[in-house]
């Protein structure tokens, strides 16, 4: 009787395992199915990209070429587009990277008048939607002579509620030995945090760092408020502007978006072991 229960326990976890794999997998081809229909219809003559849709002929790519990419190329100025894109995210990324470690730090580690206040108004401000407050910060930038213009597109977005609150909770986590010993060796504040907490907290930085990456690059609608031109435009206004440039092409539209999202698999590809760490380090977790 007692090796029963072993021998039923075992079947059941291994029918627990099975059934559990079996709805990842499900999960995982409706998650990437419409990813593959893009790149399959990229590489597609336009008058097929919607005729084969119902079918499985549609994540196969029977008539492959690369056309429909230098299609895009020629039609619009896409080189400007990705740099747009990619200056603007980067400059996100970067600062706010400095900018909202240290104050998550400073709400962390440090004891200062208001501290408590000022961290119970940034925590208030996480539930704030954007489209909140898009048309003061709008008419704002309008007032500083912004419009139609980088830094617009990047000042704003700097300090992130958000951010803040994921360094925080990893720099709590942070043993105070570490900052124990350096103000034994004589380090200041400013010493101690570029030198000892921030080589000890990469997981978070990758874990901001990829957050603020996918927001800032798929940004829309401010961008759509406050750019006028093709000249600081990013990708996501301008592939919304090609889908409305006669004629027509499926098979252009879906090699823009092939060109969109790459960029975002290859950051995630490449911090991916960072960010898997940082979300099992910071307050996400809870």
Do not use: C, H
């Amino acid at each position: 009787m007692s090796a029963a229960i072993p021998m039923g326990a075992a079947r059941v976890g291994r029918w627990t395992r099975l059934l559990g794999g079996l709805a990842l997998g499900l999960a995982t081809v409706f998650f990437l199915g419409p990813v593959l229909f893009m790149i399959v219809g990229s590489l597609k003559p336009d008058e097929l990209v919607l005729r084969e849709a119902g079918s499985w002929r549609a994540f196969w790519p029977t008539e492959g070429s690369l056309q429909n990419y230098r299609d895009v190329f020629e039609r619009v100025n896409f080189g400007r587009f990705l740099f747009n894109s990619l200056f603007i995210t980067g400059a996100v990324v970067a600062v706010g990277l400095v900018v909202n470690s240290m104050a998550g730090y400073a709400f962390a580690r440090m004891r200062w008048t208001g501290r408590n206040a000022l961290f119970a108004f940034v925590l208030a401000l996480l539930i704030l939607p954007f489209e909140a407050i898009a048309v003061p910060l709008f008419y704002m930038m309008i007032e500083f002579g912004w419009r139609d213009s980088y830094q617009v597109q990047i000042v704003p977005f700097l300090a992130n509620a958000f951010s803040i609150y994921l360094f925080y909770t990893f720099f709590l986590g942070l043993p105070r030995e570490l900052e124990e010993a350096a103000e034994i060796d004589g380090a200041g504040p400013w010493r101690t945090f570029f030198t000892l907490i921030v080589p000890n907290a990469k997981p978070a930085f990758a874990t901001v760092a990829i957050l603020t990456f996918l927001v800032t690059w798929g940004s829309y609608l401010w961008p759509l408020m406050v750019t006028s031109g093709e000249t600081y435009r990013p990708l996501p206004v301008a592939i919304a502007n090609f889908k409305t440039l006669p004629p027509l092409q499926w098979g252009d539209i879906m090699a823009f978006g092939v060109m969109m999202v790459l960029p975002i698999l290859l950051v995630f590809l490449l911090f991916q072991r960072w960010f898997v760490r940082g979300v099992a380090s910071t307050g996400m977790k809870n």
